[in-house]
């Protein structure tokens, strides 16, 4: 759930163009950048992300994702004035850090808690809820933020339901995480999970937590000098770009 959320939050911004601009007084490209900040923050942070996952319990990843996807959307709580729009774009920086965190978790969240015959069933169902958190954010803020802009006390009283809700929602979605949450199930659902888990256990009791960033940036440059896995970023990267383009402009694109 907090998946869709974040993907809620990457998108509300970008259908909605017009609204923020007359609202905030800004650009259409500080609109656009709403979305963009999505991918310009995951370039950087995936790679540390990326290990914090292999090396934290799932608990801590969990709990800092869909903390920071919480906090991202409470700062835009703020930002209900005209002149604030710089409060809202520091918030949706915030979320957007999360992302990198949260993007993460299905696989390894199915690897653990599901049966091998279940795995790629249950990561799609995971990867599923970010998909239709961006269908509901074509959807929703359409329907809440309706104008007009010539009422700026009416825009202000929707965006107050939009963030507001969207924070109250989140938060809570933070606090179930922490309270239910487990860390690993009692008895691995299959054998390669609780060999990879007592792998990393031992790894980490031998080498520390230094050395065992360095075994994974020297797996890092291994994977760059793999021709076929780099083959297969480009391909995915540009399937990838292509789609957070075309969401992000899609309603500008349709309008003009």
């Given at each position: 759930c907090y998946s869709l959320t974040s993907a809620f939050q990457w998108i509300e911004f970008a259908i909605l163009p017009g609204i923020f601009t007359e609202y905030y007084g800004i650009s259409s490209n500080y609109v656009t950048w709403t979305?963009?900040?999505?991918?310009?923050?995951?370039?950087?942070?995936?790679?540390?992300?990326?290990?914090?996952?292999?090396?934290?319990?799932?608990?801590?990843?969990?709990?800092?994702?869909?903390?920071?996807?919480?906090?991202?959307?409470?700062?835009?709580?703020l930002a209900l004035g005209p002149d604030s729009f710089w409060i809202c774009f520091i918030g949706q920086t915030i979320a957007?850090?999360?992302?990198?965190?949260?993007?993460?978790?299905?696989?390894?969240?199915a690897s653990i808690w599901f049966p091998a015959n279940?795995?790629?069933?249950?990561?799609?169902?995971?990867?599923?809820?970010?998909?239709?958190?961006?269908?509901?954010?074509?959807?929703?803020?359409?329907?809440?933020?309706?104008?007009?802009?010539?009422v700026f006390n009416k825009v202000a009283d929707q965006l107050r339901i939009l963030y507001y809700g969207l924070g109250a929602v989140t938060f809570l979605l933070f606090v179930l995480v922490f309270f239910t949450f487990a860390d690993k199930p009692k008895k691995f659902a299959n054998r390669a999970s609780l060999r990879r888990s007592e792998i990393k256990t031992d790894e980490l009791?031998?080498?520390?937590?230094?050395?065992?960033?360095?075994?994974?940036?020297?797996?890092?440059?291994?994977?760059?000098?793999?021709k076929a896995f780099v083959l297969l970023t480009?391909?995915?990267?540009?399937?990838?770009?292509?789609?957070?383009?075309?969401?992000?402009?899609?309603?500008q694109v349709y309008r003009s």
């Amino acid at each position: 759930c907090y998946s869709l959320t974040s993907a809620f939050q990457w998108i509300e911004f970008a259908i909605l163009p017009g609204i923020f601009t007359e609202y905030y007084g800004i650009s259409s490209n500080y609109v656009t950048w709403t979305s963009t900040i999505y991918m310009a923050t995951f370039i950087p942070l995936v790679f540390p992300a990326t290990w914090l996952v292999d090396n934290t319990g799932l608990k801590n990843i969990a709990l800092l994702g869909s903390g920071m996807n919480a906090l991202g959307a409470l700062v835009k709580c703020l930002a209900l004035g005209p002149d604030s729009f710089w409060i809202c774009f520091i918030g949706q920086t915030i979320a957007a850090c999360a992302q990198c965190l949260i993007l993460e978790l299905p696989p390894k969240i199915a690897s653990i808690w599901f049966p091998a015959n279940q795995v790629s069933t249950a990561t799609s169902l995971g990867v599923f809820g970010n998909q239709l958190g961006v269908a509901l954010g074509f959807c929703i803020p359409p329907l809440i933020v309706t104008g007009p802009l010539t009422v700026f006390n009416k825009v202000a009283d929707q965006l107050r339901i939009l963030y507001y809700g969207l924070g109250a929602v989140t938060f809570l979605l933070f606090v179930l995480v922490f309270f239910t949450f487990a860390d690993k199930p009692k008895k691995f659902a299959n054998r390669a999970s609780l060999r990879r888990s007592e792998i990393k256990t031992d790894e980490l009791d031998q080498e520390g937590v230094l050395d065992s960033f360095k075994l994974y940036g020297q797996s890092l440059l291994r994977l760059m000098k793999d021709k076929a896995f780099v083959l297969l970023t480009l391909s995915y990267g540009l399937n990838v770009g292509v789609y957070y383009a075309i969401s992000t402009l899609l309603n500008q694109v349709y309008r003009s």
